[in-house]
């Protein structure tokens, strides 16, 4: 019985070994004899031991590879540009995938460092960062033409980062301040304008109003002596004496009101006692040198007609 053994064990690694199984969106590729013989898909299977083996599997699922790359912009900026590539092996064509190329990343990547490095020196840095989905469509375009013919289907190109240089992002970052910094100075600018203008304007009105309040007071003033002459002269007191008289009353009413102001400092001059009755006299004759003058020009006027 014993001598039985190794048969038995030997028979069982055979019955095993003559089943596989091959992983939901899986492809596996079989060969005999080292030569290719088909191609199974996800499931049970079976194949001829120590004839068949399973020689690789190819995943069909979408993948992704991502491909750093530095270049030089049209500007004379270095840049890092991450491409993301996102790529599957086409079903139909797994035998192409397979046998065709040996290292597919490696050859992915080389078509993006191709085109990236073709398309980014025709751009300024600004462009670039504008224009990232032109440099993706143009390296799509590119991969898709060269490695449909692998077995190879591109999907999508992104590009996910661009990264300048940092001393290049410093200066990018002191111009956008000092840019910001030139329009608040501007928003500025023209709201002290504004303030200006209608403080000026503010100013205008109120003196505008305030002349008026003046000329206003003044006319009072002027209606109020006429009104005391006729008065004046209803009690037989001449113009002359009742424009002198309502003088001198307005000069000690002056006096009266700095004698009630404590803290005034102003001082009116002549203020002797006699000022008041020299005031008087001198106004008199004065209203009435003037009255004769005025006779004698009207006189002369008469006589040369």
Known sequence: MLLFVPFI?????????????????????????GKFHSIRQSGLHMKIPLVDKVAGRLSLKI???????????LDDVFVKLKVSVQYKVVTEKVYDAFYKLDYPHDQITSYVFDVVRAEVPKMKLDDVFVKKDDIAL???????????????????????????????????????AADREKTAAQYEG????????????????????????????????????????????????????????????????????????????????????????????????SFTASNQIGEAMKNNKKNKE
């Open 9 to 33: 064990l030997v028979g069982l690694f055979i019955l095993f070994s003559s089943f596989f199984m091959v992983k939901q969106q899986t492809a596996a590729i079989i060969e005999r004899f």
């Open 63 to 73: 993948q992704q590879l991502d491909v750093i790359i530095e270049t030089k912009t």
């Open 138 to 176: 143009a390296v799509k375009a590119e991969l898709n033409d060269a490695m449909m013919d692998y077995g190879f289907d591109i999907i999508r190109t992104l590009v996910t980062d661009i990264d300048p240089d940092a001393q290049v992002k410093i200066a990018m970052n002191r111009i956008n």
């Open 190 to 285: 023209d709201a002290q304008r504004i303030l200006i203008v209608e403080k000026a304007k503010a100013e205008a009105e109120s003196k505008r109003l305030q002349g008026q309040g003046i000329a206003d007071q003044r006319r009072e003033i002027a209606r109020g002596l006429e009104e005391s002459v006729d008065v004046l002269n209803r009690v037989g007191i001449n113009s002359q004496e009742a424009s002198a008289l309502i003088v001198v009353t307005q000069h000690y009413d002056t006096l009266q009101a700095i004698g009630s102001e404590t803290n005034s400092n102003l001082i009116l001059l002549p203020n002797s006692p006699q000022a008041g009755s020299q005031m008087l006299n001198d106004m008199v004759a």
